[in-house]
């Protein structure tokens, strides 16, 4: 791992840097590059600016490692009340959710009935809910209450971490519940012992799980190809045509202000593009690993405290 994405990773898990730094205001204005304002407001307008151009959305506002029974009930709340949102605005927009957000730190079983109730929200108006990984030491957890959830419904999906060993052998574990799953490269900072180091590493066990996600995805469920890798994206959509598997059989997933110019791009060749947007007061460390993603990102930041 690169020394300058050890360093903005830790930084991300710091408490003392996670208060103090989101109130300099050059890195404020750093931050709207990805992410279009603090309000669920500014996340639906967005949505449905990129809605018009063909590429559909997920919400996630930003918070993790919640601590106290009242705010995971507040984060439910807050998403119960989103997908009401939706159906008044007509914004197609799937739900993001971390499982520490509602909970998991504190109590699972929390966790799982808040959970279920943005599960049964997101069901009344016909959505998708993806439940986030996190740090290594919460997928055992994750994985569980996916299952418990997906149990009960169709429209839910987990997020898979290419650069985790154990991720070919979690996804054969779930290949009997006919999942939907969002792969990613992996955003924290995570032991050699466990985690790919290599980028090469981590990209050949991506295209090697994306191979039995287009194998086994069947029909209803939803392969999210979650990189702005253009190597990988080429190399996956090569792979899904030798398979006769169509474009309906996988979805991009990228992030907004990364690679909009391959968003654009890929919805006009007719894939389905799903743009995620973050929201919310609390964006720091989710800030700090999007810097770590590219640590060329800081001199945008730097600029920002010059001008
Ligand atoms: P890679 O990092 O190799 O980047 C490929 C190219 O994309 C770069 O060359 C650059 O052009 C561009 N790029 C990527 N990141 C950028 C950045 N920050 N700024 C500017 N350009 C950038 N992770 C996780 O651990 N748990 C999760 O639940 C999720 N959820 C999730 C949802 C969605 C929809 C996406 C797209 C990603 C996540 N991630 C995540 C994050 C993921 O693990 C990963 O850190 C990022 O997607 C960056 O990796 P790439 O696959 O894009 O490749």
Redesign the pocket.
């Known amino acids: 791992m690169g020394l300058a994405r050890t360093a903005l990773l830790w930084i991300s898990e710091n408490r003392a840097l996670r208060r103090a730094l989101p109130n300099y205001r050059f890195i404020r204005r750093a931050v709207s590059r990805f992410m279009p304002g603090e309000e669920l407001d500014d996340a639906l307008e967005a949505a449905l600016g990129l809605q018009r151009g063909g590429i559909r959305t ?1 919400l996630t506002r930003l918070g993790e490692n919640v601590l106290d029974r009242r705010t995971a009930r507040e984060v439910t709340d807050h998403y119960v009340e989103v997908t009401r949102r939706l159906r008044e605005r007509s914004v197609d927009s799937y739900l993001s959710v971390k499982l520490t957000q509602l909970g998991l730190d504190l109590d699972e079983a929390l966790c799982r009935e808040n959970l279920e109730r943005i599960c049964n929200a997101a069901e009344d108006v016909d959505t998708w809910v993806w439940i ?2 996190e740090q290594s030491t919460y997928v055992d957890r994750t994985l569980e209450v996916y299952k418990e959830m997906r149990s009960r419904h169709r429209k839910v999906g987990i ?1 898979l ?1 290419a650069y985790l060993r154990r991720t070919a052998r979690d996804l054969e574990g779930l290949l009997p519940l006919s999942p939907s799953i ?1 792969l ?5 900072k995570e032991p050699a012992s466990i985690a790919f180091a290599k980028r090469a590493e981590v990209d050949r066990n991506y295209l090697a799980l994306s191979t039995t996600l287009l194998e086994t995805t069947p029909q209803g469920a939803i392969f999210g190809v ?4 253009q190597a990988l994206i080429d190399r996956i959509i090569a792979e899904a045509n030798k398979r006769g598997a169509g474009k309906s059989r996988y979805e991009f ?3 907004y202000g ?2 909009m110019d391959a968003q654009r791009r890929l919805a006009g060749e007719g894939y389905s593009v799903r743009c ?1 947007i973050s929201y919310g007061s609390y964006w720091f460390p989710w800030y700090a690993r ?1 810097l770590a ?2 640590p060329a ?1 800081v001199w945008f930041v730097l600029k920002n405290l010059l001008s």
Do not use: F
Request: hydrophobic share 35%; with cysteine; proline share 0%.
């Open positions: 997920i986030d990984m997020c971490q969002r990613v490269k992996g955003a924290y979650a990189t702005h890798d997933q990228m992030l990364i690679r995620l999007r993603e590219r990102n």
